[in-house]
């Protein structure tokens, strides 16, 4: 992406080699100049102050744009042999004249790529051997002496041939190593966009699915929302049922007074000895029993109202108006039913909600029973305290529940009733009230006689300012 092609790295190498190199000629340069002063040489001085000139030239424009690299290699090195070339044949005497021409000849093969090289190599080559044989002022040395640094050359620029070689087979080497590369990470980027598009159309398969079940959450919500107000709706008619028939048992016994003092008072009203201290005491017993019919109708009124807001109530006041709208029709059946003051307690709940359960649970009592024909039945309605909460417990003596079905009891429609009239909505309404609405918890248990179901509800504690 970003990333130079080795081709580019290794003319960006050659032109930090290059640019060394002109520093080191600089400095080479710029001495035996001052040395070529100081011995007279002057012609020298001027031609290494010229090529210094060019050298200096070559670094900077090289510094400033590197594009320049082959043509200042070229004119650079171009004028550095001919130096060297100059400098062999106007100092013949100089034993050393050979090192600069062969220096040259190395340069030009590392700086060069291998056609261009091998070009210049053989023009370098062309110009030597006509001096050599053209017996050029300079090149007056022996035919072995000439050969022998001919043979130096060759086998130096052999050993660098070889080298090349190497690098070559080496950089071929980190191209395929980067061309394998390469194709490994396009693989394995098409592997990652593969699984990135699966990934993007699951994640929309998920949001859909979301929204599906969401909306089927919803709708399902909905419709257990309406089933509950259903059950509700069922378990109040059933429960209006038996206070129908409470209300009966409440009125029958001061209906029934009524009746017999009216009938008293008119035989005696027929017989013409109805005195009027007589008629008085009847009036007002007959008053009495039309003011427990009243407040009869109150009580049961009052267990209709919907609670709108949590009260705080004592737990013995809960038990009371309880058993106030229940005894009758359990004293008509000859079940004894009693309340047991433990310890009072005081919570914040909806008080009716309470006695609408506590009625369902003594109404459960009741029909057990009856269906067992217990001897000497009762039922006891306790409240006591177990750390911070408030319990009330309802007591039978019918024998208690089978434990297999103990888990089920509070299921909708499970019924231990055969053949009866049990919805099996009672105990079900009875653990969503105590639970869900009065934030209290509904167990049951056997206890020694009979089955004990209780009610346990957080303590209100009253803050006195």
Not at 12 to 38: A, D, N, P, Q
Not at 347 to 353: F, K
Request: hydrophobic letters at 45%.
């Amino acid at each position: 992406m970003g990333e130079l092609h080795p081709q580019n790295q290794f003319v960006e190498h050659k032109v930090k080699l290059l640019l060394k190199i002109f520093l080191v000629l600089f400095s080479v340069i710029g001495t035996m100049s001052i040395i070529r002063i100081i011995d007279n040489d002057y012609l020298q001085a001027g031609i290494d102050f010229l090529f210094l000139i060019i050298v200096l030239y070559g670094y900077y424009k090289l510094k400033t744009d590197s594009s320049y690299y082959k043509k200042i290699t070229r004119f650079v090195f171009f004028t550095a042999f001919f130096a060297s070339l100059f400098l062999v044949i106007n100092h013949p005497e100089t034993p050393i004249r050979f090192i600069w021409l062969s220096t040259v000849v190395y340069m030009v093969f590392y700086l060069f790529d291998e056609r261009e090289a091998s070009l210049w190599l053989l023009g370098i080559g062309i110009i030597v051997f006509a001096c050599f044989f053209l017996h050029v002022d300079g090149f007056h040395i022996s035919f072995v002496d000439f050969l022998i640094w001919i043979m130096n050359l060759l086998v130096v620029l052999m050993i660098a041939h070889w080298y090349a070689d190497i690098e070559k087979l080496v950089t071929q080497k980190l191209l395929e190593i980067q061309k394998m590369l390469s194709e490994e990470v396009e693989k394995k980027t098409r592997e990652l966009e593969r699984k990135k598009s699966e990934l993007e159309k699951k994640t929309q398969e998920l949001e859909v699915l979301n929204e599906t079940l969401e909306e089927k959450i919803r709708i399902k919500t909905e419709k257990n929302r309406q089933q509950e107000k259903m059950l509700f709706q069922q378990a109040r008619h059933a429960q209006m049922g038996e206070m129908i028939s409470m209300i009966a048992h409440q009125w029958r016994q001061p209906l029934n007074a009524i009746a017999a003092v009216n009938a008293t008072v008119k035989l005696k009203n027929d017989l013409g000895v109805c005195e009027q201290t007589f008629v008085n005491e009847k009036t007002r017993l007959i008053s009495e029993h039309v003011q427990h019919l009243s407040s009869t109708i109150d009580d049961f009124r009052n267990f209709f109202k919907l609670d709108k807001n949590k009260e705080v109530r004592s737990t013995t006041q809960i038990i009371r108006d309880t058993l106030r709208l229940a005894e009758s029709a359990l004293e008509s059946k000859l079940i004894h039913v009693s309340e047991e003051i433990v310890q009072e307690c005081t919570i914040l709940t909806y008080p009716n909600e309470v006695v609408h359960v506590l009625l369902n649970l003594i109404k459960n009592a009741e029909d057990a029973i009856v269906i067992r024909k217990i001897d000497r039945p009762f039922i006891v309605v306790r409240t006591t305290q177990e750390g911070e909460y408030a319990v009330i417990e309802v007591e039978d003596n019918a024998g208690g529940i089978e434990l297999d079905i103990m888990e089920k009891i509070f299921d909708p429609y499970f019924t231990t009733k055969e053949n009866s009239d049990g919805t099996g909505l009672g105990l079900y309404m009875s653990k969503t009230i105590i639970e869900d609405h009065c934030n209290g918890k509904i167990e049951i248990k056997n206890g020694s006689s009979g089955a004990v179901f209780r009610l346990i509800f957080p303590l209100h504690h009253t803050t006195h300012r």
